[in-house]
């Protein structure tokens, strides 16, 4: 999609610092970090939120689930714990269009959410 911001991130027209990419996913560091980690794994197909993902995309989520591990392993956090967060949609509050998901760790969260 050529007017979405994460898109742009995914094809390097605008920078943000990449932790992992191959041909399906990228993942790079929030730029408001919420936590000591606080990386992004999108998917390079434009989809715009949870509620968006077809059957079809699937494998897809499989893909960036297990991104998400992967990453929460390479920045240590794997054995303190994590939290995966998707937003969907403005009680959410997501505020980027394209489907994210939250890799988050480094310290003590609560719950519930705000
Ligand atoms: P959400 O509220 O779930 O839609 O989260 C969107 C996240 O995207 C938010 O935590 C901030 C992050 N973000 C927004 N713009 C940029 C950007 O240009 N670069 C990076 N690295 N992160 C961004």
Same mark, same amino acid.
């Given at each position: 999609?050529?007017?979405?911001?994460?898109?742009?991130?995914?094809?390097?027209?605008?920078?943000?610092?990449?932790?992992?990419?191959? =041909?399906?996913?990228?993942?790079?560091?929030?730029?408001?970090?919420?936590?000591?980690?606080?990386?992004?794994?999108?998917? !390079?197909?434009?989809?715009?939120?949870?509620?968006?993902?077809?059957?079809?995309?699937?494998?897809?989520?499989?893909?960036?689930? !297990?991104?998400?591990? !992967?990453?929460?392993?390479?920045? =240590?956090?794997?054995?303190?714990?994590?939290?995966?967060?998707?937003?969907? =949609?403005?009680?959410?509050?997501?505020?980027?269009?394209?489907?994210?998901?939250?890799?988050?760790?480094? !310290?003590?969260?609560?719950?519930?959410?705000?």
């Amino acid at each position: 999609m050529t007017d979405c911001l994460f898109c742009k991130i995914a094809q390097g027209e605008i920078q943000a610092d990449v932790v992992f990419e191959d =041909g399906d996913v990228v993942a790079f560091r929030d730029i408001n970090p919420q936590t000591p980690v606080h990386v992004l794994v999108i998917p !390079r197909k434009h989809i715009v939120g949870f509620s968006d993902l077809t059957e079809g995309d699937e494998w897809l989520v499989g893909k960036i689930a !297990r991104t998400a591990a !992967r990453i929460a392993e390479a920045e =240590g956090v794997a054995e303190s714990g994590y939290r995966c967060v998707v937003n969907n =949609g403005p009680h959410a509050q997501q505020s980027v269009p394209h489907l994210h998901m939250h890799v988050l760790g480094g !310290r003590q969260m609560s719950w519930p959410p705000g």
